[in-house]
């Protein structure tokens, strides 16, 4: 089955520092590509759309200028959490649908924890 | 609004059968999904449905019935592996995934 991956599955760093989360399709091209962040024993929301080649979507109450989404190749797309802060610490999952896929399912990352210090 | 139910936690004994109920209320309907995710991990797909009925992989069957804007996930021959958050998902008019809360499975030998 299609795969995405991303990278790093782990990362601490201190407050006010930037991070950036790495999101690829490994077998197809994705053209748009989601951000899910998850709190514990919640449910995923969806942080934002990215779109190849052009601005992503933010979800209402998402701070676009916090959560900087670059979606450069049709294989990658980045997610920097800029200025991060201890609220932000969270489980941020990438996913994408596969073109050939009719049912529109999405594959996902592995997902990248967060911790801010 | 838009809105799916689904309960928080249940509970199932090894080797038994479990059933996960999901309700929604959507603009519009186009597929539902219901995907497992263990703790700490990202979610992975189990099944889809669009039209009535019941599709049925392996151990794991989902059944939908959009006159009543519902879905169950049935496992059977529960294993200890099978412990796991699982999320149902529905696609509205605009292709948007609206996402259930998860039903916690706990399963016990």
């Known amino acids: 089955g299609a795969v995405v991956s991303q990278h790093p599955s782990w990362v601490i760093c201190k407050s006010g520092t930037s991070v950036k989360i790495e999101c690829r399709s490994l077998?197809?091209?994705?053209?748009?590509m989601f951000w899910y962040r998850q709190f514990p024993k919640q449910s995923l929301m969806l942080m934002a759309t990215?779109?190849?080649?052009?601005?992503?979507?933010?979800e209402q109450g998402v701070e676009k200028d916090k959560f900087l989404i670059n979606h450069a190749s049709l294989t990658l797309s980045t997610l920097t959490v800029t200025s991060a802060h201890p609220e932000d610490s969270s489980f941020y999952i990438c996913?994408?649908?596969?073109?050939?896929?009719?049912?529109?399912?999405?594959?996902f990352g592995e997902g990248s924890r967060l911790t801010v210090l | 609004g838009q809105n799916i139910d689904q309960p928080t936690e249940m509970t199932a004994t090894e080797g038994a059968i479990v059933q996960i109920n999901c309700t929604y209320q959507?603009?519009?309907?186009?597929?539902l999904f219901w995907y497992q995710q263990h703790a700490g991990e990202a979610p992975t797909f189990l099944s889809y449905?669009?039209l009535d009925g019941l599709e049925e992989k392996g151990r794991f069957s989902s059944f939908l019935s959009r006159s009543k804007g519902y879905s169950y996930l049935l496992l059977k021959e529960l294993q200890m592996k099978d412990s796991a958050s699982y999320l149902c998902?529905?696609?509205?008019?605009?292709?948007?995934?609206?996402w259930g809360a998860g039903t916690k499975l706990i399963i016990k030998p």
């Open positions: 990215s779109n190849e080649g052009s601005k992503a979507t933010y």
């Open positions: 449905n669009v």
């Open positions: 998902a529905v696609r509205d008019s605009n292709y948007q995934l609206i």
């Open positions: 077998d197809f091209q994705a053209t748009t």
């Open positions: 996913s994408a649908g596969h073109p050939g896929q009719g049912s529109g399912e999405l594959f």
């Open positions: 959507t603009s519009g309907f186009n597929g």
